[in-house]
């Protein structure tokens, strides 16, 4: 009887074993095993396309979900909120100003990766050369949030209080 219960459990033992080697070699694996053939290895084409044409990407959040609207946004929805000639002149020129230096400073940033990722490709980094480039994408990425917030607090001064809950609530900020 007993060697009939052992090949009963051959199947699943076998099973368990080769599921265990498949997880310890899975667990192994890098997440960024895809993005080894990427021209800049630490930016994706979006986030290279983001910065080049100094979309918002989610660096005027504090500003978007606490009721400073951004002005690319207003100016989508200018008619239901029935701005003014004077209105739509100010914030065009509020997302204009903001777009022109963020597409400059993101610029930058995409430079100053392509040098980092060299730094690393030429097998010569070193912590120097490291460290004044990281410190140059910091101070960049400072100044294109900087830039996106700052758009969100002229663009708030250019609306009215109904105007800006009426933006909240198209938005889907508030019911």
């Known amino acids: 009887m ?3 219960i052992i090949l009963l459990f051959l199947p699943f033992c ?3 074993a080769a599921f265990n080697s498949s997880a ?8 960024y095993q895809a993005e080894t053939d990427r021209a800049i290895k630490t930016l994706s084409e979006a986030e290279v396309g983001g910065y080049t044409n100094g979309r918002g990407m989610g660096l005027a959040k504090a500003a978007e979900l606490n009721g400073y609207p951004g ?3 207003v100016l989508e929805v200018e ?3 029935a701005m003014t000639t004077d209105q739509k002149t100010r914030m065009k020129a509020v997302y204009e100003a903001m777009h ?4 400059t400073l993101g610029k930058q940033i995409v430079e100053q990766e392509t040098a980092l990722n060299r730094l690393f490709a030429s097998n010569k980094a070193e912590h120097e050369a490291v460290q004044v480039t990281v410190e140059k994408v910091a101070q960049l990425q400072g100044q294109l949030r900087l830039t996106h917030l700052d758009a969100h607090l002229k663009a708030k001064q250019v609306l009215t209080v109904a105007q800006v809950n009426q933006y909240n609530l198209l938005r889907g900020y508030t019911k």
């Open 2 to 4: 007993a060697p009939s």
């Open 14 to 16: 076998l099973g368990l």
């Open 24 to 31: 310890q070699h899975s667990t192994h694996q890098s997440p």
């Open 71 to 73: 002005p690319m946004h």
């Open 79 to 81: 008619k239901e909120l």
């Open 100 to 103: 022109e230096q963020a597409v």
